[in-house]
């Protein structure tokens, strides 16, 4: 007799990300005109130089393995840039390649994980960084938020427990677009060496800061001794470079131990990046000022054109600080964020994200398998739009939601 699955993967719901996804492809696929305001994938490509490097490295061969750690070439452009741009002081013994900042925040989790440890994440937060929690094997505990989705040190320090290792920080925010300031960073940087935890600091929107300029995490550290470090900082070429299709990002590990364990942790999940990615990831570092300035122009372009229609119409408080995202609240309606969803895609053509699925709240038993899980109340009528995507598109689709919500109050249903 097969015995049922009993797995810690097992558990886990797939995210309210995938279920949209599939929704609206199934739809497109159906003949509908779908309006993606569902998925963070950006509307402009990547520059001719990037593309033309991974050709060339296809064309003349340069598709062998490379080392775990990645291209030497690459991590030393990076560590440059790092030093330059974010004040980080990193070394390229400390810096590894990932397919992907995604999977490099997963083997970064599976590096800091310890039986029975805990990790801070917070109430709203990025359905994935919950889920690779979950895998690496720490149990989460999700921390509330203060005004304006900001994190607050004291109801972190209240969620806290004696197995509490790591605090996850994310700023610019999925979802929120939440820009930390120095002062905050600062704060929860204190908490954080009181307590004697670890810290990610997911960047993955540095350059897509709206109103001040991003502030990395790690560079509150770049004067202390390697070994007295806690920051291990993820970062991607998916946002500010547009190379979401190549999946390319980088770990700047707080210290050499740090680094030498997640090389093992990249040894048995990857054997290395791919090799031609990694060029086209050489030609962006060395352009990378021209073009993130560009990418980030034209996103606060759909965010000062496309939003204030939703703060006009009493959707959204104001316009996200940072990131690719809007949470909008459409109370309204009347409906709940998964139904307002589903009938916006199938009367508007009008894809967007349930927001609920970011608040997500697990009740894990002692194997770290989710026995049964909620959402937070305050959460049921929460979305969140991509204002990444085509400008008309977007201007069309957050036009078509506003009059849904209209439709829906006036009894439209």
């Known amino acids: 007799m097969r015995s049922e699955l009993q797995s810690v993967a097992g558990s886990i719901p797939s995210s309210c990300l995938l279920r949209i996804f599939r929704a609206a492809e199934a739809s497109a696929a159906g003949g509908a005109e779908v309006i993606k305001l569902h998925v963070g994938d950006p509307y402009f490509d990547p520059s001719g130089v990037v593309s033309g490097a991974f050709i060339d490295a296809v064309r003349r061969g340069d598709t062998k393995y490379t080392g775990v750690e990645g291209l030497p070439a690459l991590r030393e452009a990076l560590v440059d840039k790092l030093r330059t741009d974010n004040g ?31 990790i801070l994440l917070p109430e709203l937060h ?33 969620a806290a427990t004696s197995n509490t ?7 610019p925010a999925n979802p929120t677009g939440v820009v930390l300031t120095p002062e905050e ?29 991003h502030v990395s995490v790690a560079s509150f550290e770049r004067d202390l001794p390697v070994g007295e470090r ?19 990002g980088y770990v700047a590990l707080a210290d050499e131990r740090a680094a030498d364990v997640m090389k093992v942790v990249q040894e048995a999940n990857i054997i ?25 122009k034209l996103v606060q372009r759909n965010r000062d054109v496309a939003l204030p229609p939703l703060i ?30 589903l009938r916006l895609l199938e009367r508007k053509g009008v894809a967007v994200v349930p927001g609920n699925g970011f608040a997500l709240r697990p009740d894990v038993d002692e194997r770290g398998r989710i026995r049964s899980h909620d959402y937070a109340p305050w959460s049921r009528h929460l979305i969140r739009v991509a204002f990444c995507v085509d400008p008309a598109w977007l201007e069309s689709g957050v036009l078509k939601l506003i009059e849904f919500v209209d439709e829906c109050a006036g009894g439209a249903r």
């Open 312 to 341: 006009r119409a009493g959707l959204l408080r104001e316009l996200p600080a940072g990131g690719w995202y809007a949470m909008v609240d459409v109370a309204r309606s009347g409906l709940d964020a998964e139904e307002f969803a």
């Open 165 to 171: 290792r790591v605090l996850l920080i994310n700023s």
């Open 88 to 118: 980080i002081d990193s070394a390229v013994s400390r810096l590894l390649i990932s397919p992907g900042s995604c999977q490099g925040l997963a083997a970064l989790l599976q590096s800091l994980a310890e039986p029975g440890a805990e």
């Open 272 to 296: 290395g990046t791919s090799t031609p990615v990694q060029h086209a990831g050489i030609a962006a570092v060395a352009g990378r000022s021209g073009a993130a300035a560009a990418n980030r």
């Open 185 to 213: 960073i600062t704060a929860l940087l204190a908490l954080a060496r009181r307590r004697g935890w670890q810290v990610i600091s997911d960047e993955a929107y540095e350059h897509f800061c709206y109103e001040r300029e």
């Open 230 to 248: 806690i920051v291990h900082s993820v970062f991607t070429f998916s946002k500010s470079f547009a190379m979401t299709g190549y999946r390319l």
């Open 126 to 158: 990025w359905p994935v960084h919950l889920q690779q929690s979950l895998l690496a094997g720490f149990r989460p505990v999700l921390y509330p938020l203060g005004p304006g989705f900001r994190p607050d040190p004291e109801r972190i320090e209240a």
